[in-house]
Nanobody
Framework: QLVESGGGLVQPGGSLRLSCVAS????????IGWFRQAPGKEREGVSC????????YYADSVKGRFTISRDNAENTVYLQMSSLKLDDTATYYC???????????????????WGQGTQVTVSS
């Protein structure tokens, strides 16, 4: 099971750090992705991180503003979000990549064991 937290209400230009904590298994064995879904829109991939070498991938929309990291000892993956924009408003989810320990992109169909999500609202 994955549990996301850290969402909230923030003004444009602000920052938030999301956490994705695993229970029942070790996150360190898997590539982990972050996704988001805004009302009326499809779920989109945001970022992922490999387990072996920590390589990362970012969607163009968040590149340079978001940073994904992991602490295998804490069984947690983080998403540090900075310079937040109104368009970043969404429910954010983490999930486990199906097979492979290297991040191979953020296509939702390639992920499983989704958490319940945490709401991020960017508003002035």
């Amino acid at each position: 099971q994955l549990v996301e937290s850290g969402g909230g209400l923030v003004q444009p230009g602000g920052s938030l750090r999301l956490s994705c904590v695993a229970s029942g298994f070790k996150l360190g064995y898997f590539a982990i992705g972050w996704f988001r879904q805004a009302p009326g829109k499809e779920r989109e991939g945001v970022s992922c991180i490999s387990t072996r070498d920590g390589t990362t991938y970012y969607a163009d929309s968040v590149k340079g503003r978001f940073t994904i990291s992991r602490d295998n000892a804490e069984n947690t993956v983080y998403l540090q979000m900075s310079s937040l924009k109104l368009d970043d408003t969404a429910t954010y989810y983490c999930a486990v990549q199906k097979g492979g320990q290297y991040c191979s992109g953020v296509v939702p169909g390639n992920y499983e064991y989704w958490g319940q999500g945490t709401q991020v609202t960017v508003s002035s």
